[in-house]
């Protein structure tokens, strides 16, 4: 990869950037508990927990990037350490599930809906990282489109599932509510979007520095907006939800 | 052992993971205290101090890994530090008799009843463990036979407490929760024989990049469901039964 100095501390500050992002919105998420009615708490504690992941992995892939370089007098050298691509997808693994029940059980629904719902998308979302893996780690841009399209059956699933199957509960929620919980609905998809796109103008050769920034900065800009900033939209509704129990 | 970089990254990514998991766990089963009633107190306690200690050793099992091996410019070294494979044993010593006592609290059985079960299969536990570790470093296949068979027993006694012994108690769980408690049984019963298999994997002969692959990921996915998904389900039983009180 030819990386320059700029890049190289561009992608730097966004990881801090992220970590510290990521680290205050956990707190902010795990304080919030105290100020949402009890059915909304463990919606609270999980909002936190994904940004708390995804802060550790953000503090990894910190390391990583700094160990894969060395910058010297105005230089940069490849070390011979791989910076590891892999946290993200392991980051994802846990989290992505996790953001999709969080917004079920802001929702209030009935227990056994859920449940169903809840276990139907999280487990869709699992399928779709694991599929996406061995395309992102493949050599040949055979099998990155191969995993890439399998990846993408989940991934649309879990589209219309949003738009489609939530819609009823969607007009059920409580007038104050309903448009927040709406939005919460485009920010997901909307930040969702993004790495598919990532990953696929990957597929059709884009390498170098500017490429590596791109699609650095672009991931961490994504997921800021899918934890940090959908979570602040989770607790706002929490809140609106809880004002008859306060 | 001739592992391959992939493999390493696997294992490596499996251990990261698998810390990431058990810390965000412990947060959510500490959190989770305060939605349960106070005779659950101390069962979220617990289960939370299992995902702790095994997140403390994940991490350093981590590094453990990482000392192990070189990874530059694609090729993997040994660098001549031994991996640590007794981390799990020490580990497994501490969580194993409190996962046992943590399902007891919370079925919430009388004082008496209580004090017996959780004394007699916190014993059993200990003693499995006590009897497998000797096989785990012997260097000889009789000696792994050996004590792995002993270990078998205490093993096999626990399972029978669990389905014969308990099953009273758990006719007398009330209706709501009967369900999640025989569920959390058969979740201990499923991943803890994961551990044998792998054991006596290892006593036939087993060996190199592929079976440590099998043996690491196998036992770090063995030990997510036996102490964070098992804890969910605890979580969810406590949570249930605590409907009365708030
Ligand atoms: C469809 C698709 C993908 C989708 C990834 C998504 C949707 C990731 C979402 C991540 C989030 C939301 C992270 C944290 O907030 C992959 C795996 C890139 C592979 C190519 C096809
Ligand atoms: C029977 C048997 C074993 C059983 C181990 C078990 C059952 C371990 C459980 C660990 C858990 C549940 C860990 C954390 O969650 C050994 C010691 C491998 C030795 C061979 C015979």
Do not use: C
Request: aromatic share 16%; glycine share 8%.
């Amino acid at each position: 990869e030819n990386i320059s100095v700029g890049q190289y501390d561009l992608i730097y500050n966004a990881f801090s950037f992220a970590f510290a992002t990521l680290a205050a919105a956990t707190i902010f998420f795990w304080l919030g508990r105290s100020q949402v009615a009890p059915q909304y708490k463990t919606a609270m504690t999980i909002t936190g927990l994904v940004t708390f992941i995804a802060a550790y992995h953000y503090f990894r892939i910190f390391e990583s990037w700094e160990a894969a370089f060395n910058v010297a007098d105005g230089t940069i050298t490849a070390t011979g350490y791989a910076f590891n691509r892999a946290y993200r997808y392991v980051d994802w693994l846990l989290t992505v599930p996790l953001l999709l029940v969080e917004l079920i059980l802001v929702m209030g629904l009935s227990r056994s809906e859920t449940v169903s719902r809840a276990t139907r998308l999280g487990l869709l979302a699992a399928l779709m990282i694991v599929l996406g893996y061995p395309g992102e780690v493949a050599t040949t841009n055979g099998a990155r489109w191969l995993w890439g399209s399998l990846s993408m059956i989940p991934f649309l699933w879990i589209v219309y599932e949003l738009f489609v199957g939530l819609s009823k509960s969607i007009a059920a929620q409580p007038e104050d509510a309903r448009g927040l919980v709406s939005t919460a609905r485009y920010v997901v998809v909307g930040s969702w979007a993004f790495y598919p796109i990532v990953y696929f103008a990957g597929a059709v050769g884009l390498d170098g520095g500017a490429a590596a920034t791109v699609v650095e900065v672009g991931y961490t800009v994504a997921d800021i907006t899918a934890k940090a900033v959908f979570g602040v939209l989770i607790f706002l509704i929490a809140q609106r939800k809880s004002v008859a129990y306060f």
